[in-house]
């Protein structure tokens, strides 16, 4: 069955422009002058993005191109239909295609490639910090050893630095529906590279896969000093936050949503001031919201959650980051105080030194006037 949540929605990515399609709004000519301004602030004001998988930045010209350079096989006839198979109907069904796809990363250059791609493609949406996934199982299983998949991502990350001015963190993702034993292979693995680290997460398939499952590997990453994130209550309940919280001990969430369903849940992040790097398009996507109109990200901000604008893997979902807030201005009754408060969260939940927060904040507040 194809995809029933967001098929109907416009594949934002394509849209390009700063100018809100009033043909669908039922806005008058103010209502439309107020959303194009708002537009055009989300577009100008620096933010940060922390919540971005590289794999899930692979389009489909590229998934091409590297398929060629390598000698790999895809299984659709062209970029057309490969982009039209990315209706989902929910997070498995998107991952099926999402680890068919990461076939064509084989070499190094291929990492860097992918990662270039996407620095330069956000330098346009004012992104001035980024903190990425790889998804290293997924890759290990396929032969490509660790070197080859953080040699490649690092060095286009230091260009990104060099030639774009973006900062960067990089993040290992351990894949929840392998073993607790494959992780902790896995980070045997990456002891030579942990220099070139600066955290860990959990992601892909929640339901049935408890962060209880990982304790004991993230009590390892703790203890050797590192940052933990990890994927709750996207599509797995409240009491997988409240694991990834308890047991896992996580700097922060990725997605959260259905915190909300948990009141003592909500006064517990608020309280300890935990980051939500919520994915809007993605969740549209994915079914995690039926529409872009009952997305909960005001009312998590209303609650004094500290909610925060990501793509997730911009390339299946239809859009980057600008995309993202493009999405939630168009659907919902986003305010300008909103959009300050959204890119201060991004640089408050950044891991990076109280510094170079001031320096991003002192740059908002100029573009905020
Ligand atoms: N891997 C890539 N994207 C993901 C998502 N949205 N949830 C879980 N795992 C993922
Ligand atoms: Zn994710």
Redesign the pocket.
Known sequence: MPGTCGSDVKWYASLGGLVIDSSELALDDEGLSLKNELLRLAQRMPKAELHL?IE?TLEPEMAFRLAKRNGVRLHYADVDSLRAAYAFNN?QEF?DV?YTGMSVLLKEEDFYDLTWAYLQRVHQDNVVHVEIFF?SQGHLERGIPLNVQIGGIRRALKDGKQQLGISSKLILSFLRHLSEEHAFETLDLAEPFLDQLDGFGL??S?MGHPPGKFARVFARCKDLGFRITA?AG?EGPADYVSQALDLLQVDRID?GNHSLDDAALVQRLTTEGKTLTV?PL?NLK?CVVKAMDQHPLLSMLKRGLKATVNS??PAYFGGYVNDNYRALIEHLPVTREDLYQLAQNSFDGAWVSEEEKAKHLHDLNRVFG
């Open positions: 998988h899930g997070l991952l999402y998804d992601d892909s929640e994927h996207e997605h994915c993605s994915l997730d893997d």
